[in-house]
């Protein structure tokens, strides 16, 4: 290993997905058994003493890969000079908390995040957000920092893609290395829109293969769309190993490319691709070639696809606004 570690930063380091995502970028999941890896992990102050505990744990694992963990509270410290920010702490919804009281307390945390990374972080910076309303925060955080180019911002919706991938392979019983391109478009959230129409199962037209509109439009969308409701139902608390293991799968794609013949889903700021207001972070299939993502083009979009994908975008413009009015983007 003779290379010199890549700075990845953590925030929300000390909660259920931390606790997962942490080892196994310690272990070299995100980087390879080549680069080692320093970990610059935040929280907020309350959250420090458990970190610490977290820490212990790190270390009792010696991971050959990790070369160092600095943690803390003030992201002024914690982002200087990362080269990857994984923004997992959020602020979750109260009992009575209306979706302007999240976004408004979610901006509290994203904007001065954005702002320290504009200030310190790497000049090759990657960040991706995780943290819930992950696409309305990462707007936050990249209108904050307008230094660092907006294609170097992301959401999470990686997720929601393997979730579909799992699915339609469950539902076709074949493995989910036979399903490409997959897409989900609009935002991380219940309006999402998992895609089959673009999707191939072994080459074939995947909507064509399953061959059952009411499925696919009863069951597949709403049992993708609700996932995450349907895991906090089943487990009392939010996906947390899967999450992370889709933090990982995003940012390591991000690196690494996209294969040959096949594309990922990513929220990035729109461009007006697909009639998606220029400057939201919607979710869209991207393929990936040297660090840099573009969206694909030129797919048909038919009138069922059409009414799905501008109803989630209305969301994610109505956040859009909400946040506007709060001053924070
Ligand atoms: N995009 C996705 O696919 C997806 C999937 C699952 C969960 N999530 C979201 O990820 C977020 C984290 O989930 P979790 O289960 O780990 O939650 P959690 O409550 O267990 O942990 C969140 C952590 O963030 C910390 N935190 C809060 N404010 C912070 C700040 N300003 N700076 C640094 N840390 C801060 C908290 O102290 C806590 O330890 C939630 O918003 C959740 O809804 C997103
Ligand atoms: O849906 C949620 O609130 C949790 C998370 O975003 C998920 O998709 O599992």
């Given amino acids: 290993m003779t290379n010199s570690p890549v700075k990845v930063a953590v925030t929300g380091a000390a909660g259920q997905i931390g606790y997962s995502l942490l080892f196994r970028l310690a272990s070299g999941a995100l980087l390879g058994p080549d680069t080692p890896i320093e970990l610059r992990l935040l929280e907020i102050t309350p959250a420090l003493k458990t970190l610490e505990g977290v820490v212990m744990e790190l270390d009792d694992c010696a991971f050959p890969t990790l070369a160092g963990i600095e943690i803390g509270d003030d992201p002024n410290v914690v982002f200087d000079g990362v080269n990857h920010a994984l923004l997992v702490g959020a602020r979750p919804r109260g009992p009575g908390m209306e979706r302007g009281d999240l976004l408004e307390a979610n901006g509290g945390i994203f904007a001065p995040q954005g702002k320290a990374l504009n200030a310190h972080a790497a000049s090759d910076i990657r960040v991706t957000v995780t943290g819930n309303p992950a696409n309305t925060n990462a707007l936050i955080a990249m209108s904050n920092a307008p230094d660092i180019p907006t294609e170097r911002f992301s959401a999470l919706t990686r997720l929601d893609h393997n979730r579909a991938i799992s699915q339609l392979a469950a539902k076709l019983g074949v493995p989910v290395t036979e399903i490409k391109k997959m897409t989900i478009w609009g935002n991380h959230s219940a309006t999402q829109y998992p895609d089959l129409f673009h999707a191939e199962v072994g080459g074939r037209n995947a909507a064509e293969a399953v061959g059952d509109q009411e499925w696919l439009a009863g069951t597949f969308i709403p049992t993708v769309a609700k996932r995450g409701a349907a895991i906090i139902e089943a487990r009392g608390s939010s996906s947390a190993a899967s999450a992370a293991s889709a933090t990982i799968?995003?940012?390591?794609?991000?690196?690494?490319?996209?294969?040959?013949?096949?594309?990922?889903?990513?929220?990035?700021?729109?461009?007006?691709?697909?009639?998606?207001?220029?400057g939201l972070i919607s979710s869209f299939p991207v393929t990936i070639k040297d660090g840099q993502w573009s969206?694909?083009?030129?797919?048909d979009i038919d009138e069922f696809s059409r009414g799905k994908i501008d109803a989630s975008v209305a969301e994610l413009a109505e956040e859009r606004e909400a946040v506007k009015g709060l001053g924070l983007i």
């Fill in 249 to 278: 799968d995003h940012a390591r794609t991000w690196i690494e490319g996209t294969p040959e013949g096949d594309w990922v889903s990513m929220s990035v700021r729109s461009d007006g691709s697909y009639g998606v207001p220029e």
């Fill in 295 to 299: 969206i694909v083009q030129g797919l």
